[in-house]
């Protein structure tokens, strides 16, 4: 058997089924390519692109990939260093995983990447470089930032005065160097009960609780130390310490803290009243040295004191008090104290316990006099003088305003601490060693839609994509051996079955060396995309703004040097000056000047005013280099610095040559408006508001009113009002409507009839036209003129009018009647004919064209219009009469499709004879022997050119006869009356007649 034959070969089916597979294989390659959010690419050894997707285009700031593989892949890194570092790295393993390194991106900024390389070396080929880049610059810069906040903490708490200790599992995992002071020992590491006397220590190991109901709450218990039984206030919060949950107690010696500053206090109280005593001992003279130097050691105090009488009113008063509440002595002094507490009850209550004890120590809020409230350590106590009579309350405080600022800080910076892993925008979690999930942050659960309940319920394998749970578990285990493992890649698996991209990385929290949990940080990478794109598609939005050239951008240094400009700048400076602006960053070169120096010095002082700090708007107004006009309106603005000084000058400007154009226009229009409203000799012109009061005249408005009417106006006078009175039909006169119309937006043109001061009838057209403003009517534009000698004449021409359309109707009418003599002549002369058919005939058709004639005229008598005849009314009652004549008891029906035509007598009677003629053949030739028939009448105009029709659906034409040019006297008159209309006459003939008459009609 031939191998080659059939047996040996593959089956169609199957060579179809591998090409389907391998296109399903290649889609579903080149959708994972496409929609991966890495950047897969393929290069020469030489850095030439041999394949890549559009989002290895994306992560370096090109458009596609088709922009990328124009360039050479050397080009993406930052420096030759890089590049070689990678490639020998590579060459010796044949392939990278997780290899971080610098590229560069199109702009030039510095890509934090993973790359995933392997080297492809074909037996029968180059070898090129395949891999996967992701783009981990925003995670770079999270964990600065992350790092930084930490120290931050970190150096807050070693300095400050109470004492911190952070506590897991009952031991102190942290002192600050406060602690370690206040119990004289290292800590780290020893029981916390210890740290406390023994009834003490359930109430310790409690609060050493994480989660417990106090934390957070600010609320101190008050324990004591195992050490020397020393009282202090424990405070309690929740804390992470190395990634594991943990309790900060915060350790406060209040009573310490409180008894130094009365010491301190009392000490200086002590010192001043011992000072006063003895100058009190010794001579007059030295008594007022003794004021003087205690008013100067009172003055010089840095702490505030105050004095007061028995009544509460204010005695004594220090710069230093003076200072902090912001009231000068003259204005103090004499006053209430209770007017310097923020809250009346804190004043009761010092005062309460002044009469009770003597003395007051404490903390208490003050006012200043702009309203600030701010907080202070006040030691106050009662005077008395020798005799023991009361004198007043003395008192000096100090401002801990920042003191409790500083506390309020450090529980800002421990709130901040514990919501770092709450608040932070990346995904943190923590797992158990049997896969169950501990602690997750509230991005974790937004990212993945778990509530905190059903996050408790979760297991590693509910939330790891099962393509990539195997990979994940293999890294798990691993951390959890305490290895170190690389950084990870996977997708999260949400409630609602969306996935979630995430890179990061974990590592394992051991207590007393035994893993306990994993900590892990991921980036949600899935939309990191989105964000550089919009920022790009930002960059290019400033970057055509301020390119366009529609309007001008540029800026200068304080030497007023070009530093930069748009093409509208550059555009403007070469069509004004006929020369391009420089550039000029650098410090050293001298400004270099385009225009002349009167241009320069001009500028110079519009500079110096913004240089100054002020923004400034000016316009130019110049002759460019075709020497046209070119105006521009300019605004240059000042730019600051951190430190508030002008640093540079930010110039916009736009052309405005046509705007100006357009004012200078407008002015001048104005000014030839107002000559005209003022210099108008026979036109009244005047303006009134909505309520018809007048707001402007005109002279002529005034001489006319006053002279014609017996009126004379002001401005604000109601003009309707007044003229009503003037008017023929008083109120009654529709021109007051008029007016009304015209507040509704509606322009109106009217004539009114006036009662003069003679009593004569005076007549004026009036022109109103509404004034709008912002799309309201806010005034009337009225404009008139005496018409009165018009409408004289116009009465008397009406009058010879009517008299000349009686007699024309009168001679339409004798017309009308001397036709119908005739026609009645002839229908007599037929009595004498002797029965002559032939004779008979021609009477009849005689008499018929003479009625046609009569049907015309009698029309015009009837209207009033003699100018036309109205062609559908007339051919209606013509055709109707002219069949009914023929007496066919209704076997010839007649149709009629007629529209209105006017048309003047001299085309009107020749219509009338055709339809005579045509109407009078197809009666008597189209149906004989007396068969059913139908003649219809079509009447039509389009453009101004008559359509007339006749046809019937009878015998036709005999054969052999050309309606043209045979036929009998009829026809002959039909074509001689068509010739005469300048029409044509088309005539068919088959299953009956139909001829079409066109003409142009007269107007």
Known sequence: MDPLNNDSQVPSTNVDDLARAYADLKRDYDK?????????????????????????????????????????????????????????????????????????????????????????????????????????????????????????????VEHMRDGVLVVSVGRVMYANPAAEHMLGERLRGKEVALIFVEADRPTVLELSVPGHPAHGRNQPRLVHLAKDGRAINLFAAYAIHEGATAVQLTLQDEEERQKLLRLRLTEEMNNVLREEINEHRRTQEALRRSKRFARGLVDSSLDMIMAADPTGVITEYNPAASLHFGYEPEEILGTKTIMLYADPKEFEHVQKELDTYG?????????????????????????????????????????????????????????????????????????????????????????????????????????????????????????????EVERIHTVFVGKKGNSVHVEGTTNVRSVDGRPIASRSIFTDITHVHLAREQLQQQEAKMRALFESSEHMFWTVDTQIKITSCNVGYRNMIERLHGRTPEVNLDPNKPRAKFATPEYHDLWEEKYAIALSGKPIRFETDLVDQQHERVCNEIFLSP?????????????????????????????????????????????????????????????????????????????GDDFVGRMQVKLAKGKGDPSVGNYKAALHGKPQQFESELVGTNGQPVWVETFLNPIMTNGKVTELSCMAYGITDRKMAEQRLLQSLTEKEVLLKEVHHRVKNNLQVISSILSLQTAYVDGDERILELLRVSRDRIRTMSFIHESLYQNKDFSSVDMADYIDGFSRNLVMSYSLNGKVVLEQELQKVHLVLDQAIPCGLILNELISNAVKHAFPDGRNGKVKIDLAMDKEVVELSVSDNGVGLPEGLNALHDGNLGLELVRTLVEQLDGTLKVTSGAGVSYLITFGRIK
């Open 32 to 156: 994972f390519v496409g929609s991966s959010p890495a950047g897969i690419f393929r290069t020469s050894m030489e850095g030439r692109f041999l394949e890549c997707n559009d989002s290895m285009a994306r992560i370096f700031g090109y458009s596609d990939r088709a922009e990328l593989m124009g360039i050479s892949a050397i080009e993406l890194y930052a420096s030759l260093a890089e590049r070689e570092r990678l490639i020998n790295a590579l060459l010796t393993e044949k392939k990278l995983i997780n290899f971080e390194i610098t590229l560069k991106h199109q702009n030039g900024r510095a890509i934090e990447v993973i790359v995933n390389l392997f080297l492809e070396e074909p037996d029968d080929g180059p070898t090129t470089i395949q891999g996967s880049i992701i783009d981990i610059t925003a995670m770079r810069q999270a964990e600065i930032e992350q790092a930084a906040l930490t120290s931050s903490y970190r150096s807050l």
């Open 639 to 715: 730019v600051f610095d951190v430190e508030g000084k002008v640093t540079a000058v930010f110039g916009i400007g736009h052309e405005i040559t046509e705007q100006i154009r357009a004012e200078d226009l407008v002015r001048h229009q104005a000014s030839r408006l107002k000559a005209i409203f003022e210099n108008a000799a026979n036109v009244m012109i005047w303006t009134l508001d909505r309520k018809f009061k007048i707001t402007s005249f005109n002279d002529h408005f005034l001489r006319t009113t006053e002279r014609n009417l017996g009126l004379k106006f002001n401005q």
């Open 359 to 483: 003395t007051f120590t404490g903390e208490i809020r003050n006012v200043s006099k702009t309203g600030k409230v701010f907080t202070s350590f006040l030691a106050a106590s009662r005077i008395h003088d020798e005799s023991g009579e009361f004198l007043g309350v003395m008192g000096v405080s100090r401002d801990i305003t920042r003191m409790k600022l500083d506390q309020d800080a450090l529980r800002t910076s421990e709130e901040r601490y514990r919501d770092l892993f709450e608040n932070a925008t990346d995904l943190i979690q923590s797992i158990e060693p049997d896969g169950r999930i501990q602690y997750v942050n509230n991005a974790w659960r937004r990212a993945l839609d778990y509530t905190e309940d059903e996050v408790a319920k979760l297991r590693l394998e509910d939330i790891i994509h099962p393509d990539h749970l195997a990979a994940y578990m293999d890294r798990f285990q691993r951390a959890m051996a305490g290895n």
